[in-house]
């Protein structure tokens, strides 16, 4: 299922983006727009879970509100898609948008600090917070995030993953 209001971004303009997820994943995929409901399954005679698993990946992605452009880095055999549910971490929806508000930041300036240090997207929806990158940049992203969610302050923050930035520097060269 996903939102109502994201069924639109998911089919895309004249049906493209469907389409496009059709054809790079290999699958099939049915959208009930009244309820939201999706369906997803093979076109091929062996069913290719690989594809369907990242079609579905795809969808979710744009149902927690990233942009079909962002969400189709998840192709890329070394990226992921991880979501966090703030409701995890929090006892009420104060504390749940208090939370949202630091990870996003004034005019949305945390957020960007923590794409560009960790090299990741980060699309803050609902009660949800959803990351697309590399493994070792989501796992970073998420560790920073967590910070956040401890109280810890943003400079703090920033300068665990300056720090990070450092060492895999080094590591590369070496």
Excluded: W
């Amino acid at each position: 299922h996903i939102p109502e209001e994201r069924i639109s971004v998911v089919i895309g303009n004249k049906g493209e983006t469907k389409k496009e997820i059709c054809k790079k994943c290999n699958v099939k995929v049915e959208i009930e727009s009244r309820t939201g409901e999706i369906g997803v399954s093979s076109t091929t005679k062996n069913f290719d879970e690989f594809g369907a698993l990242k079609a579905r990946d795809i969808i979710s992605a744009i149902s927690h509100g990233f942009s079909p452009e962002r969400a189709f880095r998840i192709l890329d055999e070394e990226t992921i898609f991880q979501i966090l549910d703030l409701r995890n971490f929090t006892t009420s929806s104060n504390s749940t948008n208090r939370i949202k508000g630091r990870i996003i930041g004034e005019k949305g300036k945390a957020r960007k600090n923590l794409e560009e240090l960790t090299n990741t997207f980060i699309s803050i929806y609902g009660h949800t917070i959803a990351l697309i990158g590399s493994y070792e940049e989501t796992k970073l992203a998420i560790d920073a995030i967590m910070l956040l969610i401890k109280g810890r302050s943003h400079k703090t923050v920033y300068e665990m993953l300056y720090q990070a930035k450092r060492r895999s520097k080094i590591e590369k060269f070496q």
